[in-house]
C-alpha cells in the first residue's frame, strides 16, 4: 500500500489531514504512532481550524524537518539550505492545487473557522477535496526524498 493510500485510510477513519500525513512518515524517523498523532493534531483545519496552511502541506514541511531539517543555531546556510526544500515542497503543492491555504482549497470565504470539528458523514467527504489534497502531499513527499535519496530508517 503506497505512503499515500495509507494516509487517505487514516483521514477517513477520522483523522485530521496533518496526522494523516505525518504518521505515516514519523514511524520511519522513530517517532511512534502515538506521538506522531499527537504533535500533529494541532495542524489539522489549518493549524486548529483557522484555515492557514493546509494541515497536508504542515505535515509535509514537518516530515522534511524529520528527514533533512537543521539543529544548529550557528550556520545560515544549512537553514537556507532547509528553507529552500520547504519553499520548494510548497511550490510543487501549489502547483497540482493552486495554494497551500486551506480555506482557499477548501473554498472558504472566513478567515477561521469554529474550533468546533465537523461531523465525519459522507457528505462531509464528498464536499471536502482533503483526500486528494493529503494524497498529492504525500506524492510529493515520497518523490522528493526518493529524488534527494533521503533515506528513511
Known amino acids: 500500500?503506497?505512503?499515500?493510500?495509507?494516509?487517505?485510510?487514516?483521514?477517513?477513519?477520522?483523522?485530521?489531514?496533518a496526522q494523516a500525513v505525518f504518521s505515516v512518515y514519523a514511524q520511519h524517523y522513530g517517532i511512534?504512532?502515538?506521538?506522531a498523532l499527537k504533535l500533529s493534531s494541532s495542524f489539522g483545519g489549518g493549524m486548529g481550524r483557522l484555515r492557514?496552511?493546509?494541515?497536508?502541506v504542515s505535515?509535509?514541511?514537518?516530515v522534511a524537518g524529520l528527514a533533512q531539517g537543521y539543529y544548529s543555531n550557528d550556520n545560515p546556510e544549512e537553514k537556507k539550505a532547509h528553507y529552500e526544500r520547504i519553499?520548494?515542497?510548497?511550490?510543487?503543492?501549489?502547483k497540482l492545487n493552486g495554494s497551500i491555504i486551506c480555506r482557499e482549497l477548501l473554498g472558504l470565504t472566513e478567515k477561521k473557522d469554529s474550533p468546533t470539528p465537523s461531523e465525519r458523514t459522507p457528505e462531509y467527504y464528498k464536499k471536502r477535496?482533503?483526500?486528494?489534497?493529503?494524497?498529492?502531499?504525500?506524492?510529493i513527499?515520497?518523490?522528493?526524498l526518493a529524488k534527494n535519496k533521503v533515506m528513511q530508517n
Open 129 to 139: 477535496p482533503c483526500e486528494e489534497l493529503i494524497a498529492d502531499a504525500c506524492n
Open 52 to 56: 492557514e496552511v493546509c494541515g497536508a
Open 59 to 62: 505535515a509535509m514541511f514537518m
Open 141 to 144: 513527499l515520497d518523490d522528493y
Open 87 to 94: 519553499q520548494y515542497l510548497a511550490k510543487e503543492f501549489e
Open 32 to 35: 511512534d504512532t502515538k506521538t
Open 1 to 17: 500500500m503506497t505512503n499515500a493510500q495509507k494516509a487517505r485510510d487514516l483521514f477517513k477513519s477520522g483523522y485530521n489531514c
